[in-house]
């Protein structure tokens, strides 16, 4: 019952797309990553501890 389902419904045409998209948005998580300056991480590092107390 369970192959019927996932032939009717191309489930692994879906499986094997949502792996490349996941794929593909890692990457370009990855290249963003080792692209940024190092100066710029620090100032983003630092932007929660850069606020001033309200009150």
Do not use: C, H, K
């Not at 499986?15 to 100032?43: G, H, K, N």
């Amino acid at each position: 019952m369970l192959q019927e389902l996932g032939a009717s419904t191309n489930a692994s045409t879906w499986a094997v797309a949502s792996m490349l998209f996941f794929i593909a948005v890692y990457l370009v998580a990855t290249v963003q990553v080792f692209r940024t300056r190092a100066d710029e991480m620090d100032a983003r590092a630092r932007m929660a501890l850069d606020d001033e107390p309200q009150g």
